[in-house]
């Protein structure tokens, strides 16, 4: 699913907000679920699942062209743990 089709399904439910104001309300809760986890909070949606964010350490990896070592240097990664009823819902129990 695309943002466009986010869209377009939410505003068939609420037919009293325009396209214009559904995006600015996605887009609001896509850039605070970010920010969020850039500052390194954890954003936890009842039901839906949480967002972190994970930081690896240094780590040194091989060129596969020509095997030398490099070192790969630490970074932040998102990271998403799905909750009880999305993994329900997936499964076929909800």
Do not use: C, W, Y
Not at 21 to 44: F, Y
């Amino acid at each position: 699913m695309t943002k466009g089709e986010l869209i377009r399904l939410v505003s068939a439910d609420f037919p009293g907000l325009t396209s214009r104001e559904i995006d600015m309300v996605v887009s609001t809760i896509v850039d605070e679920i970010g920010a969020a986890m850039a500052r390194g909070q954890r954003v936890s949606l009842r039901g839906f699942g949480s967002f972190r964010t994970r930081h690896l350490g240094r780590r040194t990896s091989r060129n596969p062209r020509t095997g030398e070592p490099l070192e790969a240097p630490p970074r932040a990664v998102p990271g998403f743990k799905a909750g009880k009823a999305l993994l329900a819902a997936l499964n076929g129990k909800g």
